[in-house]
């Protein structure tokens, strides 16, 4: 078994250890199987995407990725783990290209303002895959509109700015990107995620108002 410069714990037992919540064993490990997950991604980047996108945009969100899922990995070995957080760096990627392919063809319904704030957050709740027992259904405008904030600060920082600023201000992608000092490619991958992240906090968000108003 490996052990670390530093840390006399194991691969294993540093694994064992970030999934029960120690973050300084999760760090560890990110330091020595990053650069291998860093490789792939080099390798499945296009050179047409390196004027939007790097590896360093695509592994930040991984390792934040990384500490917000961990306790959810099954796997109880290196092995895993790596194999675990290559996946979550291709699915970045993944949606970085996909939204960088999308904006060249944008569709021009998608894009326009919105008329009021409501609308926007309406769309934004709608857009998490929400069905008619969520708020953009049942609730008023201003219940709508303090669900989502809720929903938003429970996100971590860059996920909510980003929706905030590209799906609830409607700014264009590189307005959103100059103001967060991140690459168009970057935009896109944080708010895919971001938009994963909101689609696990809504509902809990939205019985808590319903609470309320029993």
Known sequence: METHHGDPRSDDALLADARRGD???LTVLL???GPTVRGVV???LGSQYRTVLDEDDVMQVTYLEAFLRISDLNAGDARGFVVWLTQIAKNNLRDAIRGLTRDKRPDPRRRMHAASPDESAVALIELAGCDSTTPSRIAGAA???GILTDALAQLPADYARVLREY?????PIEEVAANMKRST????MLRARAIERLRDVLPSVTAMYGTRNQ
């Open 143 to 145: 219940e709508r509109r």
């Open 31 to 33: 330091t020595q199987h």
């Open 23 to 25: 973050r300084d064993a």
């Open 167 to 171: 799906d609830l201000a409607c700014n």
């Open 42 to 44: 080099t390798a499945e």
């Open 185 to 188: 490619g970057a935009i896109f």
